[in-house]
């Protein structure tokens, strides 16, 4: 009996024990890989519904995926690995991962494994592997929390796109009450002809997100020439989806006015990443769109 009522208070105590991580941890990724490649083989775990939206995003059926990028294990189903380096199927060497928009939840909630957060020592260990560990922004417990109990992530992404949307409306409405100084935007279409209009467009992973949501990833258009893939004939063909600098950008606004406005989005949009976990890219519109939104 007293060996019982010892064992139960020490299984308590263990659960209740304030985990070494209570006050954060360093990471950054640092975009490396490293965590996609070999040389030692592993799993790489996908659930039907990761299945079915990476099947989405590259357009093509689940069952050709299955045959071309799956295998079974068990029960489970992982993603396959070149089998000379040992890498993940989708890493490609110069532009990261092929699929990271829609990549599975095991990708997502690393470095925040089980097996990382058993010590310090545990911890310590996987920086031999991850030169993003110990480094950047510091996550708190209650983030940590979150990405190592996540299931879902696709919830969080509508939250994201959700948010998006919040921001374009709050800058709709700071140029609808400033319009002495925002200016009148006649949609003449002529500044989306970035060469011909000596200008540039620079967006946020979040905006991307939002587009690709919107107008679905196979309707991501790429920007071979100078000029906005989206601007046919002269009009804009997602107005409604437009980025924070083409609703902030009019030839005829003060520049001052526009300028702070634009670092005002910046900050929201750099808050939104880091409340999702959403590595920040700030890229000009041919990068974004050429190489997608791990660009």
């Not at 979150?146 to 800058?171: C, F, G, M, P, T």
Request: net charge positive.
């Amino acid at each position: 009996m007293t060996i019982s009522i010892n064992l139960c208070k020490s299984v308590s105590n263990y659960k209740n024990k304030t985990p070494w991580y209570v006050g954060g941890l360093h990471f950054e990724c640092q975009q490396c890989g490293n965590c996609c490649s070999g040389p030692s083989s592993g799993y790489i775990w996908v659930t039907r519904a990761e299945i079915k939206f990476i099947a989405d995003f590259l357009k093509i059926p689940v069952k050709q995926l299955r045959q071309k990028y799956l295998k079974r294990v068990g029960f489970r189903t992982s993603i396959i690995e070149n089998p000379a380096t040992r890498d993940c199927i989708f890493l490609k060497s110069s532009d990261g991962c092929a699929v990271y928009s829609v990549r599975p939840n095991q990708c997502r909630t690393w470095p925040f494994w089980p097996g990382n957060l058993t010590s310090p020592d545990a911890w310590n260990t996987a920086v031999r592997k991850c030169h993003g560990i110990n480094r950047g922004r510091l996550h708190s417990f209650e983030k940590i929390e979150k990405i190592r109990k996540q299931k879902k992530w696709w919830s969080d992404n509508r939250q994201l796109i959700s948010k998006v949307a919040e921001i374009y409306n709050w800058l709709d409405l700071q140029i609808r009450q400033n319009a002495s100084v925002a200016g009148q935007c006649n949609i003449c279409g002529k500044c989306c002809d970035f060469d011909a209009f000596d200008h540039r467009l620079f967006i946020t992973t979040p905006e991307l997100m939002y587009l690709s949501a919107n107008i679905t990833a196979e309707n991501i258009k790429p920007m071979p020439a100078g000029k906005c893939p989206y601007n046919v004939d002269g009009k804009c063909t997602i107005y409604e989806y437009r980025f924070a600098g083409c609703r902030i950008f009019c030839c005829k606004a003060d520049r001052d006015f526009q300028s702070s406005l634009s670092e005002s989005s910046l900050e929201k949009f750099k808050s939104l990443c880091e409340e999702f976990d959403v590595p920040y890219r700030y890229t000009d519109l041919p990068t974004a769109l050429n190489n997608g939104v791990n660009g």
